[in-house]
């Protein structure tokens, strides 16, 4: 069975919907717009990709331990925290079925690419899909959703540390805790973020993400805690750093529109993203900028969503997002600008005090 009969996303049942939407444009528009090949995996890119990310971590690690310095290590933390957020992508490839057209080969790569990371990769494929099948969806999105003005005005100081100032250090605890008003750990099968269906694929994940623990603990003890500091310690929080950096700014902008109750389509949601300039850093973490595409055809290998975004821009006009401003400013805009959305309204905004 391939993926185009297992695919999470169902992107052929959301084409058939007939949709009440106010766009322009419908998602079979944009579809036949796009090259046939942009939606067909290829095996052999999908593992040069995986194996040219697993060739540089190996090389950075071997020229860390060759030089063991401490003038080196900030360097090679930053450069292998990176690494690993590339690898991370791979793996949320694997977890759209689109690193290639076998589930067991998907689900094989995803525990290879995130286990080693410390990301249950089913636990997160199933979130994710939540987050995907709901895009800007203020009552059922999953990831980075607004809190609207009368919940900001009464969060109490964990939330708006994770939410407002500390959210950069937010995925681990999204792990364990998810999102604040929201339960369900990422660990558990009896989540309610899982169906009973989804029980082993779960507690496989959780068995991997734990050996993994269990290999670093076995590693500490063997060479102490400066080695796990040195070597994946601090390359792990600059990959988290990355990962909420990515996946903030890529739904949080000031001109992006949330939707309230029927108001909500899932093209209106899924337009409802932006794609960034990550500048040189663009092809080693795989063009994860290129989110509009993304988001409107779940299933496509991140190497065709360049081709896939240049096919749509035209029909999309002005309801493509897009920045090109330095991810800084961006950051520090979003940050101070989008702190919550009206309590009323049914397409609605980020506003700030």
């Not at 007939?18 to 052999?44: R, Y």
């Not at 030089?67 to 759209?96: E, K, N, R």
């Not at 790569?109 to 410390?118: A, D, K, Q």
């Not at 990831?143 to 003005?149: A, F, G, K, L, T």
């Amino acid at each position: 069975m391939t993926s185009n009969t297992l695919n999470f996303n169902n992107q052929q049942a959301l084409e058939s919907q007939e949709e009440s939407t106010n766009l322009p444009f419908t998602l079979g528009d944009l579809k036949a717009a796009i090259p046939a090949e942009c939606f067909q995996p290829s095996v052999v890119k999908s593992m040069f990709f995986f194996c040219r990310d697993v060739a540089v971590i190996a090389l950075l690690y071997a020229i860390a331990y060759r030089l063991d310095s401490w003038y080196f290590f900030p360097i090679f933390w930053i450069m292998q925290g990176t690494m690993f957020w590339a690898l991370f992508v791979v793996g949320h490839d694997c977890g759209h079925q689109s690193f290639s057209k076998y589930k067991w080969l998907n689900d094989f790569m995803g525990h290879v690419c995130h286990s080693p990371i410390l990301v249950p990769y089913h636990g997160w494929r199933i979130s994710h899909r939540t987050h995907h099948k709901n895009t800007g969806s203020l009552e059922n999105d999953e990831s980075w959703y607004p809190s609207s003005e009368s919940e900001y005005n009464k969060a109490d100081f964990l939330t708006m540390l994770g939410r407002h100032y500390a959210f950069l250090l937010a995925y681990p605890f999204y792990l364990f805790v998810r999102s604040p008003g929201k339960t369900g750990s990422h660990f558990s099968p009896k989540s309610p973020l899982f169906k009973p269906s989804e029980k082993w694929d779960v507690i496989t994940s959780t068995i991997c993400w734990s050996a993994m623990v269990a290999l670093l603990g076995f590693l500490t003890y063997q060479w102490g805690f400066v080695w796990l500091l040195k070597y994946y310690l601090m390359p792990y929080i600059v990959f988290v750093i990355w990962l909420d950096l990515v996946t903030y700014l890529h739904h949080t902008e000031p001109e992006i529109p949330w939707y309230r109750g029927d108001e909500w389509t899932f093209l209106k949601g899924a337009v409802s993203t932006i794609d960034r300039d990550y500048g040189f850093i663009n092809h080693i973490h795989h063009d994860i900028g290129t989110h509009v595409a993304h988001h409107i055809f779940l299933n496509m290998p991140h190497y065709n969503l360049k081709k896939a975004t240049a096919a749509i821009k035209p029909i999309m006009g002005e309801y493509f997002f897009e920045s090109k401003q330095p991810i800084w400013k961006s950051l520090l805009r979003s940050a101070k600008e989008c702190q919550f959305v009206p309590d009323t309204g049914k397409k609605v905004y980020y506003t700030y005090k």
